[in-house]
């Protein structure tokens, strides 16, 4: 599976970003998608998730209420809308996949930059 992100920027508190995922290689019906962030000096931490077949939809507490993570089958393109962002959001974004039977994310794109300045 390639992932190939997109949509970061900078931003005001409070505004809304929209980060895409374009998938391509494998038929996604068997695979769970993620989105993860890095902060400088901080670990990379798990921000939502998307089942491809059935969109059950997994969120960190943080990101709870604030960011919505849904697929577009024909496209096959995972979204990361955020909303009410906070300076606390800045971080490198991350789309991963893995297949639904195994908890480790296998596949990465590469990241793309959200800054939320204050």
């Known amino acids: 599976v390639q992932l190939q992100a997109s949509g970061g920027g900078l931003v005001q508190a409070g505004d809304s970003l929209r980060l895409s995922c374009a998938a391509s290689?494998?038929?996604?019906?068997?695979?769970?998608m993620g989105w993860f962030r890095q902060a400088p000096g901080k670990e990379r931490e798990f921000v939502a998730g998307i089942r491809w077949s059935g969109g059950r939809t997994y969120y960190a507490d943080s990101v709870k209420g604030r960011f919505t993570i849904s697929r577009d089958n024909v496209k096959n393109t995972v979204y990361l809308q955020m909303s009410s962002l906070i300076p606390e959001d800045t971080a490198v974004y991350y789309c991963?996949?893995?297949?639904?039977?195994?908890?480790?994310?296998?596949?990465w794109g590469q990241g793309t930059q959200v800054t939320v300045s204050s």
């Open positions: 991963a996949a893995r297949i639904v039977t195994n908890l480790k994310y296998a596949y």
């Open positions: 290689g494998r038929t996604l019906s068997s695979y769970a």
